[in-house]
């Protein structure tokens, strides 16, 4: 099964950027639908975007459609998250998954996640 750690979280003032990164181990990287969630204090963790193992299917929260933007390099078997124009509301937990599902949506869909990174925005 695929291993996934995030990295790139930390704290940033309200209008900033972050982007955050996701290694994958394993060599069947391209064949994964990949989807970032995050998970804030006292809720459930929330779909933000989803892209399919070629790159050809994505779909986004309502929440971050516009501000937020997946992408993945299969040659080096990572997942980004680009999130621009960051609010007091984006502070959470940020996971990233990896599924068989292309177009996936659904924490159930998701077969392995990483441990997370905290993202803090400062308003």
């Known amino acids: 099964q695929v291993q996934l750690v995030e990295s790139g979280g930390g704290l940033v003032q309200t209008g900033g950027s972050l982007r955050l990164s996701c290694a994958a181990s394993g060599r069947t990287f391209s064949s994964y639908n990949m989807g970032w969630f995050r998970q804030g204090p006292g809720n459930e963790r929330e779909f933000l975007a989803t892209l399919s193992g070629s790159g050809n299917l994505t779909y986004y929260a309502d929440s971050v459609k516009g501000r937020f933007t997946i992408s993945r390099d299969n040659a080096k078997n990572t997942v980004y998250l680009q999130m621009n124009n960051l609010k007091p509301e984006d502070t959470a937990v940020y996971y990233c998954?990896?599924?068989?599902?292309?177009?996936?949506?659904?924490?159930?869909?998701?077969?392995?996640w990483g441990q997370g990174t905290q993202v803090t925005v400062s308003s």
């Open positions: 998954a990896a599924g068989r599902l292309n177009g996936a949506r659904h924490v159930m869909d998701f077969d392995a």
